[in-house]
């Protein structure tokens, strides 16, 4: 199998060496760069599987770069690093479409795991072909019309029912993580848009309770599971 191949850039010459140096132990192939520019340049030339960009760096941000590689490969998988955690930055973070936010300081471990997590959705995404319809036991969902029907009962659901509701489809029977719902619907993982999500969840159970069948699982400390 070929190495996991990761661009990261980091302008603090000390941390972008012990990250290069632990991701190279946990056998990431990692290629390190010191500002924006020099990591844009490197991208043009090489094939990356994740990028893992640094907010604040001299010569083009974080952001810019991300925009950048975007045009370049739409899906590849970019996770930020930075020091900064107001709300503005993290919505500004995804909407370059990042696919997380780690602030620093933050552990080794966690940031393998999260590397680890978005590499299996990536490869997950890649092999899927999204659907428009879903069967969930005995009901259909249309989620271009955000119809979910049960013999010859339809709801219109509202547009975060559906996104979440969607969402739980693509991973059912397998746990849909809180943080991946969270900012995949609602931009921001804050503890207001956490209950806000449960709301959610709470009025999905209530939709799909005529089929017994049908369930949709708390994993606690990790997400939700639509059994079906």
């Not at 893992?52 to 998988?77: K, N, S, W």
């Not at 036991?137 to 010859?152: A, E, I």
């Not at 900012?183 to 921001?188: G, P, R």
Request: glycine share 4%; charged share 30%.
């Amino acid at each position: 199998m070929n190495k996991v191949s990761i661009l990261l850039a980091e302008d603090d010459t000390n941390l972008g060496q012990l990250l290069k140096s632990y991701l190279s132990a946990k056998e990431y192939d990692t290629t390190l760069a010191t500002d924006g520019a020099a990591a844009m340049k490197i991208f043009r030339k090489e094939k990356f599987s994740l990028c893992l960009l640094d907010v604040m760096m001299p010569e083009m941000d974080g952001f810019t770069l991300a925009r950048e590689i975007r045009t370049i490969d739409p899906h590849i998988p970019i996770i930020f690093l930075t020091a900064k955690n107001l709300k503005e930055d993290v919505i500004e973070g995804f909407k370059t479409g990042a696919d997380d936010y780690l602030t620093k300081p933050f552990s080794m471990e966690e940031l393998v795991y999260r590397i680890e997590a978005i590499l299996r959705r990536s490869t997950k995404r890649a092999t899927d072909v999204p659907a428009e319809k879903y069967t969930i036991g005995k009901y259909s969902f249309d989620v271009t019309r955000q119809l979910l029907t049960y013999q010859d009962q339809s709801r219109k659901l509202t547009t975060k029912e559906a996104e979440l509701l969607e969402l739980l489809c693509r991973h059912r029977n397998e746990v849909l993580e809180r943080n991946l719902a969270l900012k995949s619907i609602w931009i921001d993982d804050n503890y207001f848009n956490a209950r806000s999500m449960d709301v959610y969840i709470t009025k999905l159970r209530k939709y799909l309770s005529k089929d017994s069948q049908v369930e949709i699982l708390n994993i606690h400390g990790k997400g939700y599971k639509l059994l079906c």
